[in-house]
T-cell receptor, first 113, second 112 residues
């Protein structure tokens, strides 16, 4: 099957690093994404990584991809209260040459002051 | 500004009624998508369209219908056949081969 799984909840203190993990099953995934959703809002793309990369860094965000274990992680350095949100990982799979996304269930990040 | 607009933000429907959710984009994207989000769950694909006048069923299309008469518009109708329609509905658009899908702000549908 084509499943993407994440833990439901993560709580950290302001200033600490947060690590959100994701596992996926489709080995043909081309791109893997991290989206952020604030309450009552749509999804905002944070970052993405191509499947032939191991790591991508973008300011406070670091994405690590272990393709062998089909494991993706998002590290947020110096986590702030404004980072409190739900984070979704998603994989892109080919369907009729389109760009279909399969989403995980989301990890709710709570940042305590 | 370019973007994707969903309306209304909140929608209430009586049981047995059809209701249509609006999604408009001015990004000139060929592909548009409808997702459903339930509490504590990820997004599930309802329908998608990669080009005008063409659309395909997603993973949970039963009880829904769409049309794509214009490139910028992809309305979703939730029919009375949808057994559990209360959810948060998200529309997205992209170029089919692009890495990023742009999302609207969502419509929360409640059946009363």
């Amino acid at each position: 099957g084509e499943d993407v799984e994440q833990s439901l909840f993560l709580s950290v203190r302001e200033g600490d690093s947060s690590v959100i993990n994701c596992t996926y099953t489709d080995s043909s995934s081309t791109y893997l994404y991290w989206y952020k959703q604030e309450p009552g809002a749509g999804l905002q793309l944070l970052t993405y990584i191509f499947s032939n990369m191991d790591m991508k860094q973008d300011q406070r965000l670091t994405v690590l991809l272990n393709k062998k274990d089909k494991h993706l992680s998002l590290r947020i350095a110096d986590t702030q209260t404004g980072d409190s949100a739900i984070y979704f990982c998603a994989e892109a799979r080919a369907r009729n040459a389109g760009n279909m996304l399969t989403f995980g269930g989301g990890t709710r990040l709570m940042v305590k002051p | 500004d370019g973007g994707i607009t969903q309306s209304p933000k909140y929608l209430f429907r009586k049981e047995g009624q059809n209701v249509t959710l609006s999604c408009e984009q001015n990004l000139n994207h060929d592909a548009m998508y409808w997702y459903r989000q339930d509490p504590g769950q990820g997004l599930r694909l309802i329908y998608y369209s990669q080009i005008v006048n063409d659309f395909q069923k997603g993973d949970i299309a039963e009880g829904y219908s769409v049309s794509r008469e214009k490139k910028e518009s992809f309305p979703l109708t939730v029919t009375s056949a949808q057994k559990n329609p209360t959810a948060f509905y998200l529309c997205a658009s992209s170029e089919p081969t692009d890495t990023e899908a742009f999302f609207g702000q969502g419509t929360r549908l409640t059946v009363v």
